[in-house]
């Protein structure tokens, strides 16, 4: 499918209608599932994920709004799809009621088929967004009321404890520990438990940009400051006004970008390029770092004085290997949020499976388990994660394959891998999207979203 397309239901009585705007909805790279009546539009959404419902009000025996009001009662709003109704009989009061069910829009016939083609992409666009949201929502109820920060081990109740003291202060803060510990979202869960947490977490990673570039995102610049400045442009630090702003990666910063953000903590005032007068700002600053700024301080090559300003606040993110009984719960959150990134149902992780995820290192930490887990709700079989689906992602010799596709062997390369098994999946299935998606048992959707993330066709 295109790009923002989605799977249709089209549901009307009369097979002229159901062609000729099937045929057109198709165009538009839409996948059209097609239904005579209510009975057989049952068994379709009873067996397939769909995005939008486009449904005839007057059919014989059941109408169109029989259909809504059983999805009504029946299906949770977050999981119905946009519903249009179409109809050649329009009155106030059908139109009031499919509203009041849930339905998005209503279409009196006869209508032009571009009229339809709008409506169902801003059906698409609002189901989206409702995906989004749910997630979201999802993510948070998940956080264990931790913002984000899985886990109930020691190490991971004194990181809570301290975010949340220092959530209620302005201090600064400086969040240390190895790459893909999180520390990140030790930030976002001060911000979050903070008076500021109504306005933005502004982000910064220093490391991804250029030093040329770096001082103008952060301070900003006037037009003419430089070639290129064809107009004023704010920085970060002006944007974190009256907020947070988190600097990652610290330790990559240049000692000139040292020196003027210590200022910047010091008299609360920055320039921006070429300015020239100061501004004042009211921020506070989280500073996060894989380095050892200690030994940097000592060889000199971070500034001493900008060390102890970062460092009034001091937390460190303990490594995965050093807590790893939050592992088995952190394998499970991530199985649920890729389950629902995926459209893929995962009945469980085999008890096998959770023992050896505890004995091995992770030296990537948490963000090396979420690869894994995403991995792994992307390629299991029949809804169960169990050895031979994980471990050979691991560090294990694979399993022999059981499944439809062949095993995989270890890889360095991630993306490979996954890319590798999409391709094995869509040669098998001579390039039929559908048969890919049964072969890898996961939906058409999730394979539309791999697709699009390696542009593959």
Known sequence: MKAGAGTL???????????????????????????????????VLA????????????????????????????????????????????????ALEAMKLGALDYLQKPFEVEELLVVVERALAHQRLSTQQRYLLDEQEAEFNHYGLVGRSRAMDEVNRRARLVAQTRSTVLVTGETGTGKELVARAIHAQSAERGRPLIKVNCAAIPETLLESELFG????????????????????????????????????????LLRVLQEREFEPL????????????IAATNRDLR????????????FYRLNVIPIEVPPLRDRSEDIPLLA????????????????????????????????????????????????SVDGLITRETLLPFVGQAAAPATGSLPSLRLASNVEWIERETIRRALDRAGGVKKDAAELMGISQRALSYYLSKYRLS
């Not at 505890?358 to 990537?364: D, E, F, H, S, T």
């Open 9 to 43: 239901l089209l549901v009307d009585d009369e097979q002229k209608i159901r062609r000729s705007l099937g045929q057109a909805l198709r165009v538009e790279g839409h996948e059209v599932l097609e239904a005579a009546n209510v009975g057989e539009a049952r068994t």
């Open 47 to 94: 067996s397939r994920d769909v995005d939008v419902l486009i449904v005839d009000n007057l059919m014989p025996g059941a109408t169109g709004l029989d259909l809504i009001r059983e999805i009504a009662a029946s299906t949770p709003e977050a999981e119905r799809p946009q519903i249009l109704m179409m109809t050649a009989y329009a009155t106030v009061e059908s």
């Open 221 to 260: 610049h006037v037009r003419g400051a430089f070639t290129g400045a064809t107009s004023n442009k704010k920085g970060r630090f002006a944007l974190a006004d009256g907020s947070t702003i988190l600097l990652d990666e610290i330790g990559t910063m240049s000692p000139m970008l040292q020196a003027k």
């Open 274 to 285: 070429g300015a020239e007068h100061s501004q004042q700002v009211d921020v506070r600053v």
């Open 295 to 306: 030994q940097m301080v000592a060889v000199g090559t971070f500034q001493e004085d900008l």
């Open 332 to 379: 499970e959150h991530f199985v649920r949020k890729h389950e629902q990134r995926t459209g893929k149902r995962i009945s469980g992780i085999d008890d096998g499976v959770l023992a050896e995820l505890r004995a091995y290192p992770w030296p990537g930490n948490v963000r090396e388990l979420e690869n894994l887990m995403e991995r792994a709700v992307v390629l």
